[in-house]
């Protein structure tokens, strides 16, 4: 998705499922394992893991002030 705002960064987090698609832009692997073959309790164990990372990045992309 084409931006014009310069503090936004576009980056690719395909979770283990391929090579990146979109060239140019930030590529971050996050190999997971797949919640819909785990157990309940793993599941949320995987979702945990996702949300971290969700939000490492996020304070990793804010602008500086």
Known sequence: MPTSDPH???VEVPMGCGDP???GHR??????ANPATAPV???RVIRDEIA???TGLLA???PAT
């Not at 590529?27 to 997971?32: A, C, I, M």
């Open 8 to 10: 936004l960064e576009l």
């Open 27 to 32: 590529y971050l692997d996050w190999p997971v």
């Open 52 to 54: 971290g990372r969700v």
């Open 60 to 62: 990793e992309l804010q």
């Open 41 to 43: 309790e793993v599941a």
């Open 21 to 23: 698609v979109s060239l």
